[in-house]
Antibody
Framework: QVQLQESGPGLVKPSETLSLTCAVSGYSISSGYYWGWIRQPPGKGLEWIGSVYRGGSTYYNSSLKSRVTISVDTSKNQFSLRLTSVTAADTAVYYC?????????????WGPGTMVTVSS | QSALTQPASVSGSPGQSITISCTGTSSDVGGYSYVSWYQQYPGKAPKLMIYEVSNRPSGVSNRFSGSKSGNTASLTISGLQAEDEADYYCSSYISATTHVIFGGGTKLTVL
């Protein structure tokens, strides 16, 4: 069974950089699939942030592209999210998930999520 | 691009059937057979319930079914149970650059 677990600071100051890591178990990232980040502001809906392939190819939401970097570390079986110049609007629960991009275009396994608050 | 349009809330009694709609455009829902549905309990991660419009992942009850007509996709839950009370989100592939967009979510209340 594929399992994902997000980790990172729960509080980030405005204008700073949000950094999260997603550890994957039960499946080797180097074997394939895309791996993505999705966020959900409190009381609101889901927003896809971006996804990365095992080889490092990335796809980003155009509305966040200028601030987002997603990378993969196959040796540690994990992938990471960096979001720069954060504001209060970036306060959200951040989920990592396996992304069936180019096949079913669905997210079939999700991490439990981690709450990130942007505040001074 | 705007989020897909879902009703804010729907409700039904145990045993009944309900349908949640998800309306997009010919550029997303209407243009591809890549509509997914997710169930989310409060404080929990979303769970994939339907993919490619009408396919169920292994382990998902056959009480859940999906369909699409034109620019509107639908999730139907039959034999409603108390445990079905949750938020439901649809999503659709939109393009290779934008990837996917989600609906605003629908809160299902089991009366």
């Amino acid at each position: 069974q594929v399992q994902l677990q997000e980790s990172g600071p729960g509080l980030v100051k405005p204008s700073e950089t949000l950094s999260l890591t997603c550890a994957v178990s039960g499946y080797s990232i180097s074997s394939g699939y895309y791996w993505g980040w999705i966020r959900q502001p409190p009381g609101k809906g889901l927003e896809w942030i971006g996804s990365v392939y095992r080889g490092g190819s990335t796809y980003y939401n155009s509305s966040l592209k200028s601030r987002v970097t997603i990378s993969v570390d196959t040796s540690k079986n994990q992938f990471s999210l960096r979001l720069t110049s954060v504001t209060a609007a970036d306060t959200a629960v951040y989920y990592c998930a396996r992304d069936r991009f180019t096949s079913t275009y669905a997210f079939d396994f999700w991490g439990p999520g981690t709450m990130v608050t942007v505040s001074s | 691009q705007s989020a897909l349009t879902q009703p804010a809330s729907v409700s039904g009694s145990p045993g009944q059937s309900i349908t949640i709609s998800c309306t997009g455009t010919s550029s997303d829902v209407g243009g591809y057979s890549y509509v997914s549905w997710y169930q989310q309990y409060p404080g929990k991660a979303p769970k994939l319930m339907i993919y490619e419009v009408s396919n169920r992942p292994s382990g998902v009850s056959n009480r859940f079914s999906g369909s699409k007509s034109g620019n509107t996709a639908s999730l139907t839950i039959s034999g409603l149970q108390a445990e079905d009370e949750a938020d439901y989100y649809c999503s659709s592939y939109i393009s290779a650059t934008t990837h996917v967009i989600f609906g605003g979510g629908t809160k299902l209340t089991v009366l």
